[in-house]
């Protein structure tokens, strides 16, 4: 749409995120679980790094790896959820409650990319063809298996 605004968000997201996005093929992001009421991207890659690689490599449901994704969403579609800090000035992120997480995926424009990745002391890769290799490669197996 010629003229549509977008406002660039980042997520960062463990392995099995990352694999449930893979099968989605790279549009959208996995429904949340019931203990999970909201779902959250952040406002910049600085704040999505510091989470990918000091929480999520040391997260055993992360599989102890982090990837920054980045995606653009519709600004007009994003206006409706209040940006919120939550902490330092970096520290801004959305709030979207779970049920409207399909509604938001539609206003995913192009495909979401992972932007860096980050590996724990103790990754040891989804399976021992992970090991050693980059996400790129590893994306690559994944689509591969049919799961990308």
């Known amino acids: 749409m010629m003229g549509q605004m977008i406002t660039q968000l980042f997520r960062p997201v463990g392995m099995q995120e990352m694999q449930k996005i893979c099968a989605l093929g790279l549009r959208g992001f996995p429904p949340r679980l019931p203990e999970q009421p909201i779902f959250y991207p952040v406002a910049n890659h600085e704040y999505a790094a510091q989470i990918a690689r000091d929480w999520n490599t040391k997260d055993t449901h992360?599989?102890?790896?982090?990837?920054?994704?980045?995606?653009?969403?519709?600004?007009?579609?994003?206006?409706?959820?209040?940006?919120?800090?939550?902490?330092?000035?970096?520290?801004?992120?959305?709030?979207?409650?779970?049920?409207?997480?399909?509604?938001?995926?539609?206003?995913?424009?192009?495909?979401?990319?992972?932007?860096?990745?980050?590996?724990?002391?103790?990754?040891?890769?989804?399976?021992?063809?992970?090991?050693?290799?980059?996400?790129?490669?590893?994306?690559?197996?994944?689509?591969?298996?049919?799961?990308?």
């Open 62 to 148: 992360s599989g102890y790896c982090g990837f920054v994704t980045s995606f653009a969403v519709d600004t007009d579609y994003l206006q409706q959820f209040k940006s919120q800090q939550v902490g330092a000035r970096i520290h801004r992120e959305y709030w979207i409650p779970a049920e409207k997480l399909e509604e938001f995926n539609r206003h995913i424009l192009g495909v979401i990319r992972v932007e860096e990745a980050f590996y724990g002391s103790q990754y040891d890769g989804l399976m021992f063809d992970f090991k050693g290799k980059s996400i790129e490669e590893q994306i690559d197996l994944l689509e591969q298996m049919g799961i990308g």
